[in-house]
């Protein structure tokens, strides 16, 4: 029988709407119950393309066993870290203090009077394994302190309300700003640059837009097209149907964690664009352009908006949509398999199947290449979409599709970002005109946030987004002039 979380619009609530697990959604009801009856929050954040997320469902809040132990001794809340950013971040903060990392899923116990975290993790196996607890044993061990130690938790809620505080308390300087610190950063970014393999850090390495918008913005150019150039050729760029995955579990950027975000795509097409725009480099206007294609063709719906993400997996399993067969590859392929599987140079993935880079020389038949593979991959099982729509997430798209529709004189991008941004200004905001922080079939809900509001400022008004606007002043209705209906709260 569904849960509480059958009522929710969130997808990812939604896929746990059948556990066994007593899940409520964030709010009255559940602080309420657990304050009465002195019961741990426990407060499991994720979201709908996460596969680890999607892992520790299947071991452990589909297990009934588990799900009656969790049911008598905590008050469960299920949360959507991308609709609920606040709770996550200081459930996140308090797990990398704790433990030293972090990452989703993300599991916090936390105080039902002070609403602190005392203890948090990440993944945890239905065994104990690797040195890892199973999820039973913390459960058990966090239910017998907090039936035997309560004192020692509330001094140590004491301590992480004192570290959260601190960072909350940070002020601006009152000093004026300098080229002194900006100039060391990009020093240090330039420093730590992987010559060998592009971008920065080992593994699992992240596709940095702002840090290669820094870096152009600054005349860096060979850093940042160095970055740009190795992630166009791995396997964290879509080779087929055209975006970026997440990131990639590899420091050469070829085996992609496959999950698809909208931010992610918003960001980097940007990214591409405007190294297009001081290079010339045609590699870069063709991905900048294949990611946008890619957006419009998959994550768009009727209204306008943006979806938010595809799943990292499909009929269960990681990446099964994107990867193929030696097998698979000929049979699409036919008597094009040889040039394609020279240019794409499949890397072993996982039960025999490849991911496909592009670090081969370009066939000249490589439009047709791509299109056999497309066509045959579209007979697959899909990755689950995402399908609500997050203001701030739609407002980095429409940045990005303004400005790759004024510099490459597309105008089916201008179109899609004007429409865009109809549907936010127009659909996601309440009675009173304030901005709203998502929208599922019809329903705008939940208060928007600081980058929700500082995105669609800066997508809407020109002037803000400096490189490729165009420079015209914001026009009367424009919410950062404060005319036309009320947009902020």
């Not at 400022?457 to 002043?473: D, I, K, L, N």
Request: hydrophobic share 40%.
């Amino acid at each position: 029988m569904p849960n509480r979380l059958a009522d929710e619009t969130s997808p990812y609530l939604r896929q746990h709407r059948d556990n066994p697990v007593d899940w409520y959604a964030w709010g009255d009801e559940a602080l309420a119950r657990a304050r009465e009856q002195q019961l741990p929050l426990l407060v499991s954040i994720g979201y709908s393309a996460c596969h680890w997320c999607h892992v520790m469902a299947h071991e452990s809040f589909e297990n009934p066993e588990v799900a009656s132990l969790m049911n008598e001794r905590f008050v469960c809340v299920k949360v959507d870290r991308e609709e609920r950013p606040d709770l996550d971040a200081v459930c996140m903060e308090a797990c990398q203090a704790m433990t030293g990392r972090g990452g989703w899923p993300l599991n916090a116990f936390l105080d039902p009077n002070e609403l602190i975290p005392f203890y948090a993790g990440t993944y945890f196996p239905p065994e104990q394994r690797h040195g890892m607890p199973s999820w039973r044993m913390v459960l058990l061990a966090i239910s017998d302190a907090w039936r035997d130690r309560r004192e020692e938790i509330a001094h140590q809620g004491a301590q992480m309300m004192g570290s959260l505080s601190a960072t909350a308390r940070l002020e601006p300087s009152a000093d004026p700003i300098r080229p002194g610190p900006l100039d060391e950063a990009v020093a240090e970014i330039r420093r730590s640059h992987d010559e060998a393999n592009g971008g920065w850090g080992g593994a699992p390495k992240f596709p940095l837009a702002s840090v290669i918008e820094l870096l152009l913005a600054r005349g860096e150019h060979a850093t940042a097209l160095s970055a740009l150039r190795a992630m166009a050729q791995g396997g964290i760029y879509d080779q087929v149907g055209g975006g970026f995955a997440r990131y990639s579990v590899d420091d050469t950027w070829t085996v992609p964690h496959f999950e698809k975000m909208l931010y992610d795509n918003a960001l980097l097409a940007r990214a591409y664009l405007h190294a297009w725009q001081v290079s010339g480099d045609e590699r870069m206007r063709r991905v900048c352009c294949e990611t946008l294609d890619w957006a419009l063709r998959e994550m768009r719906g009727r209204e306008g908006g943006f979806c938010s993400a595809l799943d990292a997996d499909s009929e269960g399993v990681e990446g099964k949509f994107y990867v193929w067969t030696d097998e698979e590859l000929q049979t699409a392929l036919g008597p094009l398999y040889d040039e394609a599987v020279a240019h794409f140079q499949p890397r072993r993935f996982e039960h025999g199947t490849n991911v496909l880079e592009g670090r081969g020389p370009e066939p000249e038949r490589l439009p047709e290449i791509r299109c056999k593979l497309y066509g045959a991959r579209a007979e697959r099982v899909r990755p689950g979409l995402d399908d609500k729509r997050l203001a701030s997430w739609n407002a980095l798209m429409i940045a990005a599709l303004a400005d790759a529709g004024a510099v490459l004189g597309r105008a089916d991008y201008r179109e899609a970002a004007e429409q865009c941004a109809s549907f936010v200004l127009g659909e996601m905001r309440d009675s009173e005109g304030r901005l709203l922080r998502t929208w599922k079939d019809g329903q705008a809900r939940l208060n928007a946030y600081l980058d929700d509001h500082a995105f669609l400022v800066e997508a809407v008004c020109p002037t803000f987004r400096g490189r490729a606007g165009s420079g015209r002043r914001c026009r009367a209705r424009c919410p950062a002039r404060g005319s036309g209906p009320r947009l902020f709260a």
